[in-house]
C-alpha cells in the first residue's frame, strides 16, 4: 500500500469517525421547572426555550425540565430561583409585583389596554418589555423571555355572563394578587384569592361561582366539568415570564450566556402566535365534544369605560408602565 493509499484511508476513517460522533458532550445542566402541565401555552414555552437552548448549544447545555408542579406552585418554584436551587422558572409575570416587589410589571396585565395577539406579540418583544426583564437583574434574578398564557375569559358555574348585571356580586377566582382583587372589585364581582391548585374543587363545591380563566387552561385543568359556561369577555391578556437565578447565569459562558438569552427573545412571537391559534382549537373541541356553552359579552365599551381610571393611576404612578403603555397605544393606533 502506497503512503498516498495510507493517507487517504486514514482521512476517510476520520470523517466517518467524525459523521458517527455524536453532538458536542452535555456540560451544563440548567433545572427549569412550571407549575404548568401540557397542553397549557406555558408549559409549551418551557419546551420551546429548552428545545431551543439544547439546539443551538451543541447539546453542551441539558436543559432538565419539571412540569405539572413537580417541584410546587409558583411561590416555591421562585422561592427556589432566588436561592438558586431551581436554576429557572416559567411562570405567570404578575407574579413578580409581590414576589420581588417589581409593581412595572403590572403593565402587562392593564385591563383591555391590548386588543389582539398581533398586538401583544409585538409589544412583547418591544423595546418597553425588554425594559422590564432588564430590571429583575438588581434582584438576583435573569430575565429570558416573555410570552402569553391565553387571553382571559370568565368561565361560570351559575349560567351566562353577558352583562355587567351578571357578573355583579359573583365570587370569582382570582390570582391572590392585589392588582386581581382591585380589578374585580371594580367590575362589581366578589373576587376570591385563590391558588391555582384550589379553582377545580372550589367551582364544584360552589365555593366560588367562576373564574376568569383562558380557554387552555380550561381544558388542562378540565375546568369544564365543574363548569360549562363561558364567556368571551377578553378582559386581559396573561403573559409568561421566564426567569432564572442570575448567579447561576453569571457562572455560565459568555457564549451560553448568549444562546439562553436569544433564544429567550426568539421563541416570543412564535409561542403568542401558536397560543393564539391553539386557544381557538381547544375552543371549538370543547364545544363540540364536551358540551362547554360559549358567548360573548354584550358590554365591553361600558367595562372599558369603568377601568380607564384603574389604567390611567398606574401610568401615573410608575415611568415604566407609562413607557409600556405608551409603547402598546403607538402599535395599536397604526
Same mark, same amino acid.
Given at each position: ?70 417541584? =410546587? &406552585?409558583?411561590?416555591?418554584?421562585? %422561592? ?5 436551587? @431551581?436554576?429557572?422558572? /416559567?411562570? #405567570?409575570?404578575? !407574579? ?100 391555582? =391548585? &384550589?379553582?377545580?374543587?372550589?367551582? %364544584? ?5 367562576? @373564574?376568569?380563566?383562558? /380557554?387552555? #387552561?380550561?381544558? !388542562? ?114
Amino acid at each position: 500500500m502506497t503512503r498516498r493509499h495510507l493517507s487517504a484511508l486514514l482521512v476517510s476513517a476520520a470523517v466517518a469517525i467524525a459523521a458517527a460522533a455524536p453532538a458536542a458532550a452535555q456540560e451544563y445542566k440548567i433545572l427549569l421547572g412550571t407549575a404548568a402541565s401540557p397542553p397549557h401555552p406555558f408549559y409549551e414555552a418551557g419546551r420551546m426555550w429548552k428545545e431551543e437552548v439544547e439546539k443551538r448549544s451543541n447539546g453542551r447545555v441539558e436543559v432538565q425540565y419539571l412540569h405539572s408542579r413537580q417541584l =410546587g &406552585e409558583e411561590r416555591p418554584l421562585f %422561592e427556589g430561583v432566588l436561592s438558586g436551587t @431551581v436554576d429557572a422558572m /416559567v411562570g #405567570s409575570s404578575i !407574579s413578580l409585583t409581590v414576589f420581588a416587589n417589581k409593581s412595572s410589571f403590572e403593565a402587562l396585565q392593564l385591563p383591555f389596554l391590548i386588543s389582539s395577539y398581533d398586538t401583544l406579540a409585538e409589544v412583547l418583544s418591544s423595546d418597553a418589555a425588554m425594559d422590564l426583564l432588564a430590571d429583575l437583574d438588581s434582584s438576583g434574578i435573569k430575565g429570558y423571555s416573555l410570552f402569553e398564557g391565553g387571553q382571559r375569559h370568565y368561565l361560570s358555574t351559575k349560567g351566562p355572563v353577558r352583562t355587567m348585571s351578571d357578573l355583579a356580586g359573583m365570587k370569582t377566582r382570582v390570582m391572590n394578587m392585589p392588582m386581581h382583587l382591585a380589578i374585580w372589585e371594580q367590575a362589581g364581582a366578589a373576587p376570591v384569592g385563590m391558588n391555582y =391548585g &384550589e379553582i377545580y374543587t372550589s367551582l %364544584e363545591t360552589g365555593v366560588i361561582d367562576g @373564574v376568569e380563566i383562558n /380557554v387552555s #387552561s380550561l381544558e !388542562s385543568e378540565r375546568f369544564y366539568e365543574a363548569a360549562k359556561h363561558f364567556t368571551y369577555t377578553g378582559h386581559y391578556f396573561w403573559p409568561g415570564m421566564l426567569i432564572g437565578n442570575k448567579a447561576k447565569f453569571d457562572s455560565l459562558p459568555e457564549n451560553i450566556q448568549q444562546i439562553m438569552i436569544e433564544a429567550g427573545r426568539d421563541i416570543i412571537v412564535p409561542q403568542v402566535m401558536a397560543t393564539k391559534e391553539a386557544e381557538a382549537a381547544i375552543a371549538k373541541r370543547l364545544a363540540e365534544e364536551e358540551g362547554v356553552q360559549f358567548y360573548e359579552f354584550e358590554e365591553k365599551d361600558e367595562m372599558r369605560k369603568v377601568m380607564e381610571p384603574f389604567i390611567e393611576e398606574r401610568v401615573q404612578s410608575d415611568p415604566a408602565i407609562a413607557a409600556f403603555v405608551e409603547t402598546v397605544r403607538e402599535i395599536e393606533g397604526r
